[in-house]
């Protein structure tokens, strides 16, 4: 795929934060607008696009024990063209130049087309189970 992915910028959080919507990718009780900027003010995260207009996205951050992957979103016109497939790759390389190890996100389990997705890539299910609790 020859499309250029970039990190983000500023400018581009009204078009990114709308591709994650448009992609079912957000929640009401999650702030995307706020997501966005604490990536891009982390040094610890980065936010990696591709097109002009914005045709994908990808969040990707280093805990310093595991690199995480959020918000990957292409937009539906552009779904089945290796997109996806490129962004989960920047991710990676980009997570790999800052030392993680290893890579893990995150999947609703009620969306089997984004599993298969990922399990395409060569990620599997891990044997853990995640616990949260909203906070404040």
């Excluded at 280093?62 to 962004?87: I, S, T």
């Excluded at 990620?123 to 404040?136: C, F, H, Y």
Aim: hydrophobic residues 45%; glycine residues 12%.
């Amino acid at each position: 795929m020859s499309l250029l992915i970039r990190e983000a910028a500023p400018p581009d959080r009204a078009e990114v934060v709308e591709l994650w919507r448009a992609c079912g990718l957000t929640r009401p009780w999650n702030d995307a607008e706020a997501d966005f900027d604490l990536a891009l003010g982390s040094p610890g995260s980065t936010i990696l696009i591709a097109g002009a207009p914005v045709e994908g996205a990808v969040m990707a951050g280093f805990d310093g024990h595991r690199g995480w992957v959020y918000y990957l979103g292409v937009a539906p016109a552009r779904r089945r063209g290796g997109l996806g497939r490129a962004l989960m790759q920047a991710a990676e390389t980009w997570l790999t130049a800052r030392g993680a190890p290893k890579i893990q996100l995150m999947v609703r389990s009620d969306n089997p087309e984004v599993l298969a997705f990922h399990e395409a890539l060569g990620l599997s299910e891990q044997a853990v189970v995640v616990m949260g609790r909203r906070l404040g």
